[in-house]
């Protein structure tokens, strides 16, 4: 999708990226990737995201190049997929985020891709706007192996399939806990173990897949039900009303919890 301008003063800039999003879900796309990014939070683009999930709209983007693990956006917004980028040995290649905004790595070191400036031009590129490129066309190959599967599955089988990074000793830090995904297993993936996300009753929770209790007002104890899979990248605090009336007040980090719906 063009999001640039015939008579832009810098080609390497995009207009209007969010716009040519929002033209994208109006299409009726089923991925879209974003192999660019920068910029603030910003609601009204968050909106587009939470449109596009609700549509069965797959958003995929690049991770950012700053090795650095902080918040990248678009990758960083909820209800899409943030792609690192991993080298040849399988290892972070070292411009790569990585952390917690990140979901999955993917191959950006030395890709043979399509060059600005020509209409006939290629050659090597690295960055992690190779790597979503692959995390996408992953996905558009599992949409059209299985129409059926919805955004959470989809998502559910490209992070329950990867493998660790190996350790990049010329890196800062050398290791880290993104995982790369795993292009083959991926497609035997068993969609029938994902559960259904159900409306929350009133509020749900899952701590490390199992079911829980929480700790309540006064020392008591709340159950919650096992949901479905969180994929919210940011520590959020959530005020849940338990069963027996009263509010629970919880600080949830991606660390401690797959989904709160």
Not at 42 to 59: R, T, W
Not at 115 to 130: E, Q, R, W
Not at 139 to 165: G, W
Request: glycine share 8%.
């Amino acid at each position: 999708i063009k999001c640039t301008k015939d008579n832009t003063s810098n080609p390497n800039a995009l207009d209007a990226p969010y716009e040519g999003v929002e033209w994208a879900i109006n299409a009726g796309v089923d991925v879209i990737n974003m192999s660019w990014g920068g910029g603030p939070y910003v609601a009204a683009y968050q909106d587009l995201f939470n449109d596009a999930f609700s549509l069965g709209i797959i958003c995929v983007a690049a991770a950012g190049n700053s090795n650095f693990p902080a918040s990248f956006y678009p990758a960083a917004y909820q209800h899409v997929i943030s792609v690192a980028a991993s080298d040849s040995n399988g290892a972070r290649a070292c411009f790569s985020n990585y952390g917690a905004m990140v979901d999955i790595a993917a191959p950006g070191e030395n890709i043979f891709s399509t060059l600005a400036g020509s209409n006939s031009s290629y050659g090597a590129l690295s960055g992690t706007s190779m790597a979503a490129p692959l995390v996408s066309a992953q996905v558009a190959l599992l949409k059209c192996l299985n129409p059926a599967l919805n955004t959470d599955q989809i998502e559910y089988c490209l992070t329950k399939n990867t493998f660790p990074l190996a350790t990049n000793t010329n890196c800062n830090p050398p290791a880290v806990t993104t995982e790369g995904v795993n292009m083959e297993a991926v497609f035997d993936c068993n969609v029938n173990d994902i559960p259904l996300c159900l409306p929350p009753d009133p509020c749900q929770l899952v701590y490390n897949g199992d079911f829980e209790q929480i700790i309540g007002v006064g020392g008591g104890t709340t159950n919650f039900a096992n949901v479905c899979f969180w994929d919210s990248k940011n520590s959020s605090p959530y005020f849940c009303d338990s069963p027996d009336g009263n509010s629970i007040g919880l600080w949830l980090t991606q660390g401690d919890i797959e989904r709160v719906t």
